[in-house]
C-alpha cells in the first residue's frame, strides 16, 4: 500500500484514483486529458492545448488527429487575423498622421 500523494492516505497498486480524495493516479489521465478537459483548454489555450491532447492516454488517435487538425486551424485563422487587424490599425495611422486620402 502507497500513500496518496494528494492526502497521504493508504491506496492499492492498482487504483487509478485515489478512493478518498479523487485523485487520478495515472499520469496522463485526469480530467485536463479528458475529452472534456480538452475542449475547455482549446477555448481558454488554442494551440496550446496540443501537449494534453497527445499526452492523454484516454484519446484514441483518430481523436488526437482531428483535435491537432481543428486545432491548427483555429490557430491559423487568428493569426491571419491578427495580422490584418495589425494592416487596418497601421493604414489608419497613416491616414490619420499623414492627413491625405
Not at 500513500?3 to 497521504?8: E, K, T
Not at 494551440?47 to 483555429?74: D, E, Q
Request: hydrophobic residues 50%; positive net charge; proline residues 6%.
Amino acid at each position: 500500500m502507497n500513500p496518496c500523494p494528494r492526502c497521504s492516505n493508504p491506496i492499492d497498486e492498482t487504483d487509478n484514483f485515489c478512493r478518498h480524495c479523487g485523485r487520478s493516479l495515472k499520469p496522463g489521465t485526469g480530467f485536463l486529458f479528458s475529452h472534456t478537459g480538452i475542449i475547455l483548454m482549446a477555448f481558454v489555450l488554442g494551440p496550446f492545448a496540443l501537449p494534453f491532447v497527445w499526452l492523454s492516454k484516454t484519446i484514441g488517435t483518430a481523436a488526437k488527429w482531428i483535435y491537432t487538425v481543428l486545432l491548427a486551424a483555429v490557430g491559423v485563422y487568428f493569426a491571419v487575423l491578427c495580422y490584418h487587424s495589425f494592416l487596418l490599425v497601421q493604414e489608419a495611422a497613416q491616414l490619420m498622421l499623414g492627413g491625405g486620402f
